[in-house]
């Protein structure tokens, strides 16, 4: 067990039925056990659960079906702006970038800020400038907006009255909020990793926690990696990437009971919406949602990889 | 107990001899005990928890003694950029503002981003244009500069190779990191706030511990609330103030046990260094600090004022 490998990889949570109407099930399938298999090439050979880690979430973010990179959803000014962060459980160093723009892979330029800052985490401008001192090139905005992400702003200004009327609706209008990926390698280090473009018709400069250490991510070898996907607000408020670790660290739970336990806290506290993918430290894969659906895949422990486009929970 | 209001404040942690040399003790006293007391004039007439920490948050933004509002340290470019957090522990509610310029009390537009946004967390330019959209006033930057920071970023412009060729060295360039209050009214609420000017001659668009959830604070009637101050990446790293509230919910541990622990883990997880103020729900007041002095004052369970610039532990 201690000599196995796992990988988990999520593409968001929220109501699935949409994946379904669009016939595009087969597409995700297809995209989560490509990504995996390509994660298994780099771990099965000895390689580095961080290696992996950005590996999978670059190929998540270059696929337009998710909400990360390439295909991110617009903000309220028609605009792709994107927040990313990577953390390894070794020496809980962690790199992070909220509120860029024009970077491909919004992962890497975190693993950069992981490696080459003083800093964990910068935001706009700055984060801006320091990719360009890294000599990361700046893709034009073409590159990002897809046809779909276009019409869904248009849909979500016309609807803002409506989206108010129904906020205590069970699935708000952010069906899938972000990527994300854990990973266990065969000498027991933990990584965790997330990339998101935000919520539709966002105000300009909102953080949410995909980019927020001990929120939306959360690696400690000790304990276990964690990668959340959801309502933002909610994860930022719960703290729930940490509090998931810390339920392991202070109550000796396992990465199911850990996941289970952390989605409970999330409803419990704020009614929140959204899941997790949790690996701990002996390698076991857990995911857990308070959504009604949620897209993920994992490989535990050396074995076959699955996916999951709806939880049997 | 249960009838009793307790309130903290902190005004940064570090090598306290600075202040000393400088003759500037008996100043901070004052300044300290003076906070108290006006915080106290809230709470004793049944005032809200978040209001005591709204209002010595602003008073200590408006004392150029700290880093904090008025008398920020200076960034990479000579300018005043700041960030800070509010959360009321009694929903979990939480406003954050990060990267602001020209903003007399920072925390105050932390309270109108929990108060008017549907967002937790604003950066930059989008925190500035929610400002903007809040009527709050832009103050020149004549009102943040002081003539002593103007010096101290020359000096570390100066030192800058200096201070890599002894970053192993117990303490940093940045003295005081930061300003936070917590408190706990008389109806059992609890709630806690941060405020700062960054650290000396810092990147562009660095956001540190003080604006994130979780990291440089958190409240929750439940456990605790808590402030930190010290260097910020190390408490984003270990998510310390979120770590200090789950060893109370998931150990039981009380207020002066927790921060104990809590900066136990900080220095054991990345040899940190800095300090926290804690008043868990019973109102017990802790402080704990790995720096060797802190600036911080008490009034526990309605008694008398207490301050201390070097922790007698």
Redesign the interface.
């Known amino acids: 067990m201690s000599n196995s490998y796992s990988l988990m990889v999520h593409g968001g949570a929220g109501a699935l039925q949409h994946i379904k109407h669009e016939g595009n099930e087969a597409k995700f399938e297809r995209s989560i056990c490509g990504i995996l298999e390509q994660g298994r090439n780099i771990l099965e050979q000895g390689g580095a659960a961080l290696d992996a880690v950005e590996y999978c979430a670059s190929l998540l973010e270059d696929d337009p079906l998710y909400n990360a990179g390439r295909g991110s959803v617009l903000n309220e000014y028609g605009e792709v702006e994107m927040d990313a962060a990577i ?1 390894r459980g070794l ?4 790199g992070a970038v ?2 860029i723009k024009g970077i491909k892979n919004p992962i890497s330029l975190a693993r950069q800020v992981l490696e080459h ?11 801006m ?2 990719a360009e001192f890294q000599h990361i090139k700046v893709w034009p905005d073409h590159y990002f907006i897809t046809e779909a992400r276009v019409k869904q702003l248009e849909e979500a200004r016309e609807a803002g009255q409506m989206i108010l009327d129904h906020e205590d609706s069970e699935e708000p209008q952010e069906k899938f909020g972000t990527i994300g990926v854990v990973a266990r390698d065969l000498h027991g280090n933990l990584a965790a990793g997330t990339s998101t473009g935000g919520i539709v018709n ?7 926690d995909t980019p ?4 939306g991510v ?1 690696a ?1 070898n000790t304990t276990c990696a964690v990668s959340a996907t959801g309502y ?2 909610q994860f ?4 729930l990437a ?2 998931i670790a ?2 392991i660290d ?2 000796g739970l396992n990465a199911q009971e850990a996941a289970a336990a952390g989605i409970k806290y999330l409803v419990a ?2 009614n929140g919406l959204g899941g997790v993918i949790v690996i701990d430290r002996q390698g076991q894969c857990a995911a857990q949602h308070s959504t009604s659906g949620m897209i993920y895949g994992w490989i535990e422990q050396s074995g076959v990889a699955h996916h999951q486009l709806a939880s049997p929970v």
């Open positions: 953390m020496d809980l160093s962690a909220a509120s800052s003083e800093h964990v985490m910068l935001a706009g401008h700055g984060a400038k320091f966002k105000r300009w400069g909102r953080v949410g927020v250490i001990g929120a959360f400690d933002g607000e930022l408020r719960t703290v940490k509090t810390d339920l202070f109550q506290k704020v």
